[in-house]
């Protein structure tokens, strides 16, 4: 039995679909805990209704600059393992994360970003595609690596870009498809699945790792 361990920071809707895929049975894996940098973050309340242990390593304890960001990704390390995880999943965790955190869950750690990589790392995705004029945009799930929204990709979701369409009315569109693709991907993960190879990631299953 895997044990999987989600980093949210707000909302936590994908980390719900996750939780719920989970627990409809199958998977040879166990969500462990649900981890917050934000005390206030929404989607505590649902983990700890549904019976997932929850911390919180609150970033603002640690300060500003970059010995903080060290100290927090070190403590924040620490409750992780306490949980010996076998995965551990970004799911809307607002953090830029420090070389050797991500060196320490190489290949083990994935994040969903809400653009079609490699086009728009950062913030502000479905405003900046409206603003590029793209017909197309989407979401990636990809390991993480040390460089920021990069890393070998798992899966992408692909939507419209529709007349009219607001940066709120896009993001909508796309996390529909967000909440299928991340609980395929992390099943396919603790199922093992996928292979990192270089910078591209192998897939041993049929299924297909476009969404739309
Ligand atoms: C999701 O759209 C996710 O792709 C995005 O934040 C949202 C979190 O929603 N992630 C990032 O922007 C990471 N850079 P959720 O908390 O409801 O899952």
Redesign the pocket.
Known sequence: MKHIVIL?????????AIVQACAAGGWPARIAAVISNRPDAA?LAFAQAHGVPTAVVDHKAFGKGDAARVAFDAELQRVIDGFSPDLVV?????RILTPGFTAHYAGRML????SLLPAFP??H?HQRAIEAGCRVAG?TVHFVTAEL?HGPIVAQAVVPVLDGDDEAAL?AR??RL?HRMYPSAVRWFVEGRLAVEGARVRHAGGEPQMFS
């Not at 970004?90 to 607002?94: H, I, K, S, T």
């Not at 994040?111 to 809400?114: A, D, S, T, Y």
């Open positions: 949210i920071s707000g909302r936590g809707s994908n980390m719900e989607g970004l799911a809307g965790f607002m994040n969903i970003h809400p950062g913030l995705t979401a929204d993001a796309v996390l967000e």
